[in-house]
């Protein structure tokens, strides 16, 4: 019976310690109802912003070693051989008739990440003439993205292997969908700029 006394007396206490903390202008009042104290006009709650920790790719450092952890990640029987597949394979690979959307039908998942020089220079003009094909393809899916994505298209998937040869990192986002939006003309413009200008 004591403690049940005495843990009542706390939480009197705490629960006086924190009418204090928040509205200490009530003590001033002589009387104060049940009503008064609960009433959500005169006690609103409202949102707590909290600061988020930094996102795995929104630091140079923490990308290379995210990358470098995806590269030498052993996923088992879904760990792919790049080294027997090269980018325009791959891209064959990924073609698909047109499935429901959000179906993970529509979505081809990478557990580990590619060398760094797997997408050759001689692999970018031959992709580069795919950038325009509305073929249905899936879309790349890193099982550490927040977002699942649906299905693409060959040019799209194209150009993102593109911008894997630009980063020197594939895939260069975790969903090819979600986190990827492509200019074709951008993309036409860069292979001008960078392979042609020798020729011209």
Known sequence: MKKVLLIIIVVLF????????????IIKKPILSVKELISPAKYKVGLVPLKMPPNEFSNIDHKAKFVESMRNFDAGENTINWNEINPL???EQLKQEKVANHDWAGLFTIWNYPPEDWIKEGDIHELIKLIDSQETSKSIYVMVSSCIGRQTTIGHEAMHLIEGYRQKVYPPTTSSSCYF??????????????????IK
Request: charged share 35%.
């Open 14 to 25: 705490i629960s006086g310690l924190t009418v204090y903390a928040f509205e200490p202008e």
């Open 89 to 91: 394979e791959f891209l």
């Open 181 to 198: 939006k492509p200019n074709v003309e951008e993309y036409q413009k860069w292979y001008e700029e960078e392979f042609l200008k020798e």
